[in-house]
């Protein structure tokens, strides 16, 4: 066990000496270990802050770091021996933290620190986490009879493991796609990177000619850029049925997951007193009920319905009478939508990406966060999962105060999308031999853009940039915080709807030309991104906003409605609820071969579940925060108070007294109507 590096895990971990076969003996070793130190706590004649909460919170951090370790390398290198490993242990893991948050000893030593006099000496991060920790107990069970506990601990188990083989399906019907093409001809309008990109991807397999996968990069080069509308039907189909019964003859279908999923919410819900998993899941949120939730979107939607009508009648309209196509498709949105673009403002989305090498775009985004905050990225050399990654610590005024791995580029056996995860958090130790000592926190940020081509550097498009500033939004909300303890620090105890403010207020500064022309260099010429360009870019920013709008609202209706559902009976109607939404807000409807929400990680596998409104909610509160650096002359100094009052205090206080702290007043969903073209200046 001495040389089991998951046992040894310091402040950066040993990822290049991490075996599989450490895993297993790694976990069950610090959970015996952990099950002993509780029972210790629960054995002590007196409940105190630092004999209770304190203890079980180094406790509980070892187990969840190596986990969290695992987990993470479960994301972004899967092999077939680290998913074994990682699907048997699930069980074991998601068992141990049932114990402990069911614990009713450890409830009531908790209720007796809130009830005690020391409860009032204790400082207001402390006093908020002890709040949340009780709730937590009682949304965990700790309240219900032995049998139901059971009953509950069996269901989060399940859950879990349900979760995990949602995104592995999804991830293997995806990999298992391929197209090969010997022939540049049948790839026409395909641009030149991405031509590069097929090639090299046929080229690691040792074929000649042109691999196509559907990976999103490969994705996208296909739908915006192919004139082979036969490929782009084929590329489509193969992605809306992913992880579908209309696909690889149905190994990897999710519908049972999803049907699964939906009656262990319900049941979960029911146990714990609410009549849905909707409630449940609010219980936790700034949102207060699912109806506030539907009004909301729906109020949204409304506002956007008109536009994305207008935006899908020009589109529909461009294809017919300049392409062609008479018999609109969604396999020719994307196509006919470049060309549009491209037509109406005069430049490309390649053009645009010429002007951005993925490490100058990466000194930008350092070069922004020091504006506004004062910290700098420093790059250091450690241990790393895959060649590609990059580390840098952050430092500000002399002092280390958090640092970040970037994993930015697609591959096979890698979770598409985009999020961060934390490795570590702040806190500071206040007992034990670290008494007094500051942990500084560790974020992964994960990205999927199109990976660098041997001998050249990669370039980000726009959209990627944008999906760069978003994922360190949420690495800064982490690493920047103030907080000392670790249950409030960063995004810990953050209202879910409310974490996306960090991220999406980060992306508005993409829109700003000094910040773009400083990390942009032409691969040609190297010049900066001319004004001309970024002027087109600014009258293109709300290009089909309306119809992204819609689309958004679509897929949080979906959530909403099908967790809000509180009969066994109806839950396996989701395919219905998704058609009635899609009749109710969207301008484009998609075939009736259309299995979208079987690749739906979000809400069946990314904790999301009856919270996909909070991208559009937190989309209220950023573009109002980001409405602060509009009206002021002073970008340090407004940068100072949005990170003192929102990213400095994390969970301490909630959400809405944070925002109000910083903005002065409620929020208002007028800057987001104004920056989304619904609403004037």
């Known amino acids: 066990m001495n040389d089991n590096v998951l046992l040894q895990l310091g402040d950066e971990p040993a990822f290049d000496r991490i075996q599989t076969e450490h895993i297993k003996p790694a976990l069950q070793s610090a959970m015996q ?24 919170t180094d406790i509980t951090e070892r187990v969840g770091r190596i986990w969290g370790v695992v987990a993470h390398l479960n994301s972004v290198v899967d092999t077939p021996q680290l998913r074994a490993v990682y699907n ?27 009830a005690s006099e020391a409860f009032a ?12 920790d009780l709730r937590d107990f009682v949304l965990s069970g700790a309240e219900l009879p032995p049998e139901q506990q059971a009953k509950l601990a069996a269901l989060q188990t399940e859950s879990a493991q349900l979760s995990a083989q ?52 490969h994705y996208l080069a296909v739908m915006q850029y192919a004139d082979n509308r036969a490929l782009r039907e084929q590329m489509y189909r193969a992605y809306v049925t992913r992880a579908s019964e209309l696909s690889n003859e149905g190994k990897f279908d999710n519908t049972a997951n999803i049907d699964r999923c939906l009656e262990i919410g319900l049941e979960t819900a029911h146990l714990l007193g609410f009549d849905n998993y909707a409630e449940l899941s609010l219980a936790t949120k700034m949102a207060d009920t699912p109806a506030q939730v539907l009004a909301f979107l729906r109020n949204l939607a409304a506002q956007a319905k008109p536009f994305a009508e207008q935006d899908f009648a020009e589109v529909k309209a461009f294809a017919a009478d300049t392409l062609g196509i008479a018999d609109f498709q969604s396999w020719d949105l994307a196509y006919a939508g470049e060309k549009l ?51 840098f610590e952050l430092e500000n005024g002399g002092a280390i105060i958090g640092g970040v791995y970037l994993d930015l580029y697609a591959r096979e056996g890698k979770r598409g999308g985009a999020w961060m995860n934390d490795y570590k958090g702040r806190r500071r130790f206040a007992d034990g031999e670290k008494a007094g000592q500051l942990q500084i926190p560790t974020a992964y940020l994960v990205c999927n853009f199109t990976p660098p081509l041997a001998g050249k550097e990669a370039r980000l498009s726009h959209d990627e940039i944008l999906t760069l500033f978003h994922e360190m939004g949420h690495g800064l909300h982490h690493l920047l915080t103030q907080e000392e303890e670790l249950g409030v620090s960063g995004i810990n105890g953050v209202e879910w709807d409310a974490v996306e403010l960090p991220s999406q207020f980060m992306e508005n500064f993409v829109w700003e030309y000094d910040v773009l022309a400083e990390m942009s260099a032409h691969e040609e010429t190297g010049a900066a991104l001319p004004q001309a360009l970024f002027d087109k870019m600014v009258a293109a920013k709300n290009f089909q906003r309306g119809m992204f709008m819609v689309r958004q609202m679509e897929f949080a209706l979906f959530d909403m409605l099908i967790y809000s559902e509180s009969d066994q009976g109806r839950l396996k109607n989701w395919a219905a609820v998704l058609d009635s939404v ?3 807000v969207a301008v484009s409807i998609p075939p009736t071969y259309n299995r979208f929400a079987n690749s739906f990680g979000h809400i069946f596998a990314g904790g ?27 970008v340090r100094a407004t940068g100072k108070r949005f ?39």
């Open 33 to 56: 270990q952990a099950r002993e130190a509780v029972a210790a706590v629960k054995a002590q004649p007196q409940t105190t802050w630092l004999n209770t909460v304190e203890r079980l």
């Open 88 to 114: 048997e242990l699930m069980p074991e893991v998601t068992v141990f933290f049932s114990e402990i948050s069911q614990d009713i000893e450890l409830y009531e030593r908790f209720k007796a620190i809130k």
């Open 121 to 132: 000496k204790l400082t207001p991060a402390q006093q908020t986490k002890l709040n949340h």
């Open 166 to 217: 949602f995104s592995q399906n999804v991830l293997d019907a995806t990999d298992a796609f391929a197209l090969y093409f010997d022939d540049a001809a049948e790839l026409a309008g395909i641009q030149e990177d991405a031509l590069a990109m097929f090639a090299a991807a046929a080229q690691a397999e040792g074929k000649t000619g042109y691999k196509i996968g559907l990976q999103m990069p």
């Open 341 to 391: 673009r491209q037509a109406k403002y005069s430049f490309s989305e390649t053009e645009v990406k010429k002007y951005f090498p993925a490490g100058k775009v990466l000194a930008g985004l350092f070069a922004q966060i020091n504006r506004l905050y004062g910290v700098n990225f420093i790059e250091k050399t450690v241990p790393v999962w895959h060649k590609d990654v990059r580390y």
């Open 582 to 584: 899609r009749q109710e």
């Open 608 to 634: 999301y579940s009856a919270g996909y409104y909070s991208y559009a909610w937190a989309e209220v509160l950023s573009a109002d925060a980001y409405a602060a650096f509009e009206e002021s002359d002073d």
């Open 643 to 681: 990170w003192r009052e929102i990213l400095a205090v994390g969970g301490g206080r909630s959400a809405a007294e944070s925002f109000k702290a910083f903005r002065g007043r409620e929020p208002s969903i007028d800057a987001l109507l104004r920056h989304s073209g619904f609403k004037a200046a």
